[in-house]
């Protein structure tokens, strides 16, 4: 290699090192640009969701309160109730409707 080759590839490899750094240095303000964009996005989320949390616990607050006063009201029924529920009773039930359904 004559030394003007040399000095021509120096040149070359001394250029493609800072257009290499450039490039890094590109990528890595992209990445920042966009890791503060998703952070952003990430806590309007993550503030959405806990509100839409809090209405589901009043919700279900609601919901258990209400669960409760059905339970309150339908104490007077419960032994009907359960009576209802049995087996047998369900098999007369059934066999009525059929005989109702034959006529």
Not at 2 to 19: D, K, N
């Amino acid at each position: 290699m004559t030394p003007a080759t040399e000095v021509l590839l120096g040149t070359i490899g001394i250029w493609l090192l800072v257009a290499g750094g450039l490039a890094i240095v590109v990528e890595l303000s992209l990445v920042a640009m966009w890791g503060l964009a998703l952070g952003r996005r990430a806590r309007t989320l993550s503030e959405r969701i806990e509100s839409e949390r809090s209405q589901i616990r009043a919700d279900v607050e609601r919901l258990r309160q209400a669960i409760e006063e059905m339970k309150v009201l339908w104490r007077p029924y419960r032994r009907v109730l359960r009576w209802l529920r049995h087996p047998l009773v369900i098999a007369l039930l059934g066999s009525f409707r059929r005989r109702m359904a034959a006529r």
